[in-house]
Structure formats: structure tokens, C-alpha cells
């Protein structure tokens, strides 16, 4: 997701299928050359401070019903809105959906975003998902944004995005000046770009693609999907993606030691990039969006037919863009 506006992912919608990992090769050289930047285990003292989870997890967020900052065909509307598009189960599960009916408007589908009332520091945050939004036309993110600065002087951190029929999950930085991703952090993921700093001119930011096919999408959701865990500290931001079979006890037991879970699935170290001056105050969002700066960009590279604002129009491709969600919890 991007704070703002304009000709985002170009860059990689140029190059081909946002799948193809480009830069395997690159990362293979470095490691070989010997210099790597690993991630070190932070002593394990996080407390849980804050659980969105269950009945009560919309009393914590805020719906954002402005026009979309991305440029989507979609028109976010609020959990009272006719169309009842943020609810939870009675299971407990949340879920955030995009309209299934044929009631656009000004061509643009009814859809979600929401963000956290509180912002953070620092900390681990967890989110436990269930399933995610996918298919052609469809923009999800799971992502946090500096509060109280203009884009992207407060820092945004996308944990989880992509677009259409993506398979692959895209971690990427947004930052201020002076920011780059050190291009020998190790990490399991192939990195895609190493310039943090961005502006609306030259946003695709520093990145990681995942090399798995369940890390985003179809092959996610028939997992039941999986946990997403990340820290941002001074030291660095590291994520990791865990499968819903594979989730560690510490993290279930909310109990959570970052120092036993091996290497990240993406590492942004400090080394090049002062973590805590350009990473402020973090709200989290969940949102979906569709077509506008990447989705509808790099629509024509995807396997989807037609025009990506005909996929909008076309109800029968939302039945899966929903997020589902058991909980989102925060330990400092
Ligand atoms: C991931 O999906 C692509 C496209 O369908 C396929 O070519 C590739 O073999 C898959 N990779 C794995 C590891 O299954
Ligand atoms: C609408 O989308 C569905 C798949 O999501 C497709 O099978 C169908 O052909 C589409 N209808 C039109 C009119 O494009």
C-alpha cells in the first residue's frame, strides 16, 4: 500500500509478472561473498499490551471513508453501511469483504479500510489470518503508517500486499530520506528493490518478495493461512510468515520470543537506515482496494480478462476478496 498517490510499482509491473523473482541471483552472490547482516535475537521480555480479537475487535479502529489515497475503484464506507461489510462471526472471526452486489457507484464497489485508534512505537505485532482478499482487480494490504506526519516522513511498513492472482507476498518499506535496505541482510525472501526512501514520483520503496506460493492469495487461503508476526525496533524491522501448521508454541501461548524463530522472511536492519527516526508512531491498517496505482496497473500483466475496471463491475469476482481475521495482538 502506498500513502500517496501516484505511479507506484511500475517498476516491477514493468519487469514482468510481479511473481518472477528477480533478484535470486543478486542475493545468492552476496551471500557468497561472505558479509551478511543477520538478524540478532532481541532478548524476550514482549508483554502483550493490545488484542483486537473477537466481538470486541472493531472497538479499536477507525473506518476510513475518504477517497481512496491510492486511487482505487472502490468507495470505503463505514461498519453501519447497508451493504455490512465489517462484521464478526460468531465464531469470533472478523471479516472485512468487499460488496458482492451489482450496486456500484460512479463505477467504484463498496469497500474497507480500517485503522488502529492507537499508534506504536515500537513492538511485536502478530496478525492471524484466516484467509485474505484475492483476484482479479483486487489490491489487499495489511500494513501501518506513521500517524502525525505527511507521507512518508512518518515511515510505512506493508507486511502484507499484492495484487489480482499474485501467489507471492510483497514486504515492503516506505520511508524519508536517507533510507536504504542493506543489501547484504539476510533474510528467506528474495529482495526486490534496496531504496527505502520514497515520494510520489518514485514509490516502489525497498522490498521482499516471498518464495512461496501460499504466501499470499489462493493458496493461503486453502491453508486456513497463517500468521504474519513482525518487530519494529531501533535496531531493525523483521518479519516473519509463519504457515498455519508450522505456528511456533511461544507465539500461540502469547508468550511470544522472537530469538527461537529463526531467520526472518524479511530483515531491514539499521544498518542503512535509522529504524527508529524514520519509522514513527505506527498505526495499523487493513484495507482492500481495487484497480488504481497497482492493481490497475499492472492488470494488464496478469492472467485476468479484460479491462480491470470490468472486473469490477463484475460482482461474481469478490465472493473471495474478503479478509479474515482471528485476532491482531501487540507486545512491547
Ligand atoms: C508457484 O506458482 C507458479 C505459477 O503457477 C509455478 O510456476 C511454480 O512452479 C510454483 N512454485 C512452486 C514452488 O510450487
Ligand atoms: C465474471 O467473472 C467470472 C469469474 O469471476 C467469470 O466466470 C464470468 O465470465 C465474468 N462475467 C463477465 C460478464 O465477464
Known sequence: MLGALTTVVLAFA??????????????????NAGRAVSYVPRSSSY????????????DGWNFFTGADPTNGL??????????????????GTVVLAVDQSDNLVNGKRKSIR???????????????????PHGCSVWPAYWSLGAGADWPNGGEIDIIEGVNEQLQNQITLHSGADCTLDKAADALSNKLGLTCTSSNGNNAGCAYQQKENNTFGHLF??????????????DGI??????????PSDLAAKTPDPSGWGTPTAYFPNTDCDIAAKFKKQQLIFDITLCGDWAGAAYSQSSCPGTCADAVANASNFDVAQWKIASVRVYQ
Open 114 to 132: 480500517i485503522t488502529t485508534d492507537d499508534s506504536f512505537d515500537r513492538g511485536l505485532f502478530v496478525a492471524d489470518i484466516y484467509s485474505m
Open 14 to 31: 514493468a519487469s514482468g509478472s510481479a511473481l518472477m523473482p528477480h533478484h535470486g541471483a543478486h542475493t545468492r552472490r552476496h551471500n
Open 238 to 247: 523483521s518479519v516473519w510468515f509463519f504457515d498455519r501448521d508450522a505456528i
Open 74 to 91: 472502490v468507495k470505503f464506507v463505514g461498519k453501519d453501511d447497508d451493504a455490512k461489510l465489517a462484521y464478526v462471526q460468531d465464531d
Open 47 to 58: 508483554k502483550l499490551v493490545k488484542e483486537y480479537a473477537g466481538q470486541s475487535f472493531f
Open 221 to 234: 487461503n486453502m491453508q486456513a493461512g497463517g500468521v504474519y508476526a513482525h518487530t519494529l525496533e531501533s
